[in-house]
T-cell receptor, first 114, second 114 residues
Framework: AQSVTQLDSQVPVFEEAPVELRCNYS??????LFWYVQYPNQGLQLLLK??????LVKGINGFEAEFNKSQTSFHLRKPSVHISDTAEYFC????????????FGIGTKLQVIP | EAEVAQSPRYKITEKSQAVAFWCDPI?????LYWYRQILGQGPELLVQ????????DSQLPKDRFSAERLKGVDSTLKIQPAELGDSAMYLC????????????FGPGTRLTVT
C-alpha cells in the first residue's frame, strides 16, 4: 500500500525567505506524485505533479519540487515566499495502475511572517 | 473558468438525522471523487465514480453512507444517521479520466454534527 509522510505539521517563515516543505512516500511500485495547496475554507488546487521524465518539476506560483527515487522524497521548494503563500500544502501519491487512487499526506501549514 | 460546484457550503445537523451533499463536476469530466477531510488531516477518498459506476468505495462506511451518480453527471452523498464523528469537510473533485489527469476540487461542504 502507498503512503505519504509530511514531516512538518507547521512551517513558519519570514516573507521573501526561501522555504522547503518535506514529503516522503512509500510505495512498492512506480508512482505519480503531487503537491496541492488549500487556502482557508476552500478546496484543493494542484501546484505541480511528477509523472515521469525530469526529476525537477516546476509548478504554479513559483513553486518547484524534486523527485528523488533513492530517498523516496518529493520536497517542495520556493526561493522567496510571499504573504499570499500562507496556506496548507498537501503531498499526495498515486499508483499509475488501475484507477490510480490518490493518497494524501496530513498537510503542512505554511505561515509566512511579514 | 469551469468549476466544480458543491452545496451546501455549510451544514449543521443533529446526531441521528439524515444529511445530503450535492456535487456538480466540470462538464465532460468522467471521473468524480468524494473525499472526507477531518480537521488537521489530509483528504481521504470515500468513493470514486467512473461515469455512473462506482470503481472504489473501499473506505465508504456503507452502513450509514451512500453515494450515487445516476446519469454520470452530478452526484449526491448521503449520511443516515449522522454521528458526531462525521463532522468534517466533504470535498468533491472531478477529472477528465483517472488520476493521471488533474483533479479539480470544489469548495467543499463543512458538516458539523451536534
Amino acid at each position: 500500500a502507498q503512503s505519504v509522510t509530511q514531516l512538518d505539521s507547521q512551517v513558519p517563515v519570514f516573507e521573501e525567505a526561501p522555504v522547503e516543505l518535506r514529503c516522503n512516500y512509500s510505495s512498492s511500485v512506480s508512482v505519480y506524485l503531487f503537491w496541492y495547496v488549500q487556502y482557508p475554507n476552500q478546496g484543493l488546487q494542484l501546484l505541480l505533479k511528477y509523472l515521469s521524465g525530469s526529476t525537477l518539476v516546476k509548478g504554479i506560483n513559483g513553486f518547484e519540487a524534486e523527485f528523488n527515487k533513492s530517498q523516496t522524497s518529493f520536497h517542495l521548494r520556493k526561493p522567496s515566499v510571499h504573504i499570499s503563500d500562507t496556506a496548507e500544502y498537501f503531498c499526495a501519491v498515486s499508483d499509475p495502475g488501475g484507477y490510480q487512487k490518490v493518497t494524501f499526506g496530513i498537510g503542512t501549514k505554511l505561515q509566512v511572517i511579514p | 473558468e469551469a468549476e466544480v460546484a458543491q452545496s451546501p457550503r455549510y451544514k449543521i445537523t443533529e446526531k441521528s438525522q439524515a444529511v445530503a451533499f450535492w456535487c456538480d463536476p466540470i462538464s465532460g469530466h468522467a471521473t468524480l471523487y468524494w473525499y472526507r477531510q477531518i480537521l488537521g488531516q489530509g483528504p481521504e477518498l470515500l468513493v470514486q465514480f467512473q461515469d455512473e459506476s462506482v470503481v472504489d468505495d473501499s473506505q465508504l462506511p456503507k452502513d450509514r453512507f451512500s453515494a450515487e451518480r445516476l446519469k454520470g453527471v452530478d452526484s449526491t452523498l448521503k449520511i443516515q444517521p449522522a454521528e458526531l464523528g462525521d463532522s468534517a469537510m466533504y470535498l468533491c473533485a472531478s477529472s477528465e479520466g483517472n488520476s493521471f489527469y488533474e483533479q479539480y476540487f470544489g469548495p467543499g461542504t463543512r458538516l458539523t454534527v451536534t
